[in-house]
């Protein structure tokens, strides 16, 4: 049971760790401080909260960044080490992917850049 918590969190701090590298990149290209955000939580979420980039393009590789970080570092790892709790971080891996769901922030904030990247 300690390992499958573990391995949550650890899929949790990666996840939120890809949106965070993504803005600070971002931010830089746009002339902002790199730390330019705060994180904000509720009863459902913890997540990052950050101003809107110019481009559109910027705003869903934000989004997609933090489920795809957690995807890119277990493959890594299980060439790496192949134990139990690589393969229950593998696996909470593809739970993380379901953030991606217009249901969830990240799905939402993806369907939101791309319906506005149309309007422009």
């Avoid at 391995?7 to 590298?21: D, P, Q, R, S």
């Avoid at 401080?33 to 459902?44: A, C, G, S, T, V």
């Avoid at 101003?51 to 989004?63: D, M, P, R």
Wanted: glycine share 4%; net charge positive; proline share 4%.
């Amino acid at each position: 049971m300690i390992e499958f918590i573990c391995a949550f969190l650890l899929v949790f701090l990666i996840h939120e760790l890809g949106h965070i590298v993504a803005i600070m990149i971002f931010n830089v290209t746009e002339s902002k401080p790199f730390y330019h955000l705060r994180f904000e939580w509720n009863i459902k979420y913890f997540y990052v909260v950050h101003e809107k980039f110019t481009k559109q393009s910027k705003n869903i590789l934000v989004a997609v960044s933090g489920p795809i970080l957690p995807v890119l570092l277990s493959l890594i790892l299980i060439f790496i080490i192949n134990n139990q709790f690589t393969k229950l971080f593998t696996l909470l891996r593809f739970v993380n992917l379901t953030m991606l769901h217009p249901r969830f922030p990240d799905g939402r904030n993806i369907i939101n850049a791309v319906k506005e990247w149309k309007g422009n």
